[in-house]
């Protein structure tokens, strides 16, 4: 999402930090060139406007000009204030003590309602809660249909109403079956409409009114750009929100949506969709966020997201066999495993510190299928072949190519991989061994996988 505008960002940085000294004038050509480059991310030209003066008022003071690294503590004020204009700290979802609690979602039709439905059920569900599922979207063909297909997916039951109801007595309906079902939390999907109207406004406040939620998130498509911003400006000023749900923030968009938004409605962002499966929701950090953008990485959601994909037993059972036996092609696989379910190299790359500006990864085009190409040649050995490698000679590399659908060569190139890594793994554990305590904590967190 915010590729381009952390590329041109990192530019005007390179330029500061290699310098002594800045003078007033170094401050407001850099200022000129982050207003230009906030512009062609599609951030709101106001936004743009009181960020750039901010940042300018702080560099060209006494921070600035008695550092030592005046370049770094420009770059320091710019993180600050972006995290200022995201909102500061974690917005959280708020739910009363009442069974159930409500969450109501509104938004225009295309946002990704439906979808963002079922991925804040799935997250509730995960830390604990007993959710329930409201389609009272009655104007979209299928969109009760996908709701509760979604539902099936994730084991997570749906209310609907029948034919011709109104949607402010299907939800309140559901409201009722789940208090009977002992659920509780419940997601209402609205309908959306192609703009803002009289007609969606209406019947979103009987909505509201039939359920009282504790919440109410608007779901944003972080793809339109400030065309968002305005959609939920007018929510803001006809129907009161809680908080955002940005959709779709994953994709190729300029990202000013995100940066604009809170500034614009005063509304925070509490989650951020980053892909299409059911389990790609996070919370949103406003200070992971600006690092991200800056190139500074994100170590913590990256930690998050091993700890969330990963088993406690299942990580302290391959510590365990890490320590106590040589290691094998079988976890080797484990580890690649790992890594698809934190969503694949790239999305583990953009959260690495420094990976941004290293030109050989952001020339390098990131595919995972070589990570399913990996585990079907793993696949296809043997047992004793994937505990013991060294027997692997030409004729079995020919078979496991023939039954993997890849090349000796790429059987070659994984077995050379395998024992690259085997060998970085017994020097590490050597280590381990030598220093012991003093050495614990500065390797890889628990359950974070081994960059290949």
Not at 157 to 180: F, L, S, T, W, Y
């Amino acid at each position: 999402m915010f590729q381009n505008l952390s590329d041109r960002l990192q530019s005007i940085f390179s330029n500061l930090t290699g310098r002594g000294k800045l003078s007033e004038a170094d401050v407001d050509a850099a200022m000129r060139e982050i207003r230009m480059a906030l512009l062609e991310a599609d951030v709101n030209f106001k936004v743009v406007k009181e960020f750039v003066a901010g940042v300018r008022e702080r560099a060209i003071g006494t921070e600035v000009s008695e550092s030592l690294t005046p370049g770094q503590a420009v770059v320091k004020i710019v993180l600050d204030e972006l995290v200022v204009l995201m909102g500061k700290t974690e917005s959280r979802l708020t739910l009363s003590s009442r069974m159930p609690g409500v969450v109501m979602l509104v938004g225009l039709q295309g946002s990704g309602k439906t979808t963002a439905s079922a991925k804040l059920a799935n997250m509730l569900r995960k830390q604990g809660r007993r959710p329930m599922m409201i389609a009272c979207d009655v104007y979209r063909p299928a969109a009760i249909d996908q709701l509760q297909a979604l539902g099936r997916e994730i084991d997570i039951p749906v209310h609907r109403g029948a034919d011709g109801d109104d949607p402010a007595d299907i939800a309140a309906a559901g409201v009722k079956a789940a208090i009977e079902d002992m659920r509780d939390v419940v997601i209402v999907d609205t309908a959306g409409r192609l703009h803002v109207d009289d007609e969606m406004m209406d019947e979103a406040v009987r909505i509201r009114n039939a359920v009282k939620p504790d919440q109410i998130l608007m779901v944003v498509d972080a793809m339109t750009g400030q065309d968002a911003v305005n959609v939920a400006k007018a929510f803001a000023d006809r129907v009161d929100f809680d908080g955002v749900i940005m959709s779709k923030l994953d994709g190729d968009a300029r990202g000013g949506a995100a940066l604009s938004i809170r500034k614009v409605t005063g509304k925070p962002i509490k989650f951020a969709s980053v892909g299409e499966r059911l389990d790609a929701l996070e919370a949103f950090h406003p200070d992971r966020m600006a690092r991200r953008i800056l190139g500074m990485g994100d170590v913590l959601s990256l930690i998050e997201k091993a700890q969330d994909t990963m088993d406690a037993n299942e990580t302290a059972a391959m510590e365990e066999r890490l320590r106590t036996s040589d290691f094998t092609l079988d976890e080797f696989l484990a580890q690649l495993q790992q890594v698809k379910k934190m969503g694949g190299l790239g999305d583990i790359l953009k959260m690495m510190p420094g990976a941004g500006q290293m030109k050989e990864l952001k020339d390098a085009e990131i595919d995972d299928k070589v990570l399913d190409r990996t585990e079907a040649i793993i696949r296809s050995m043997t047992t004793r072949e994937r505990t013991k490698p060294s027997i692997i000679n030409g004729s079995r590399r020919e078979r496991i190519a023939k039954g993997s659908g890849v090349e000796v060569s790429d059987v070659n190139k994984l077995i050379k991989q395998f024992e690259q890594t085997r060998k970085l793994m017994k020097q590490f554990q050597g280590q381990k061994g030598k220093k012991g305590k003093r050495r614990r904590g500065r390797g890889m967190p628990p359950g974070m996988p081994m960059p290949f």
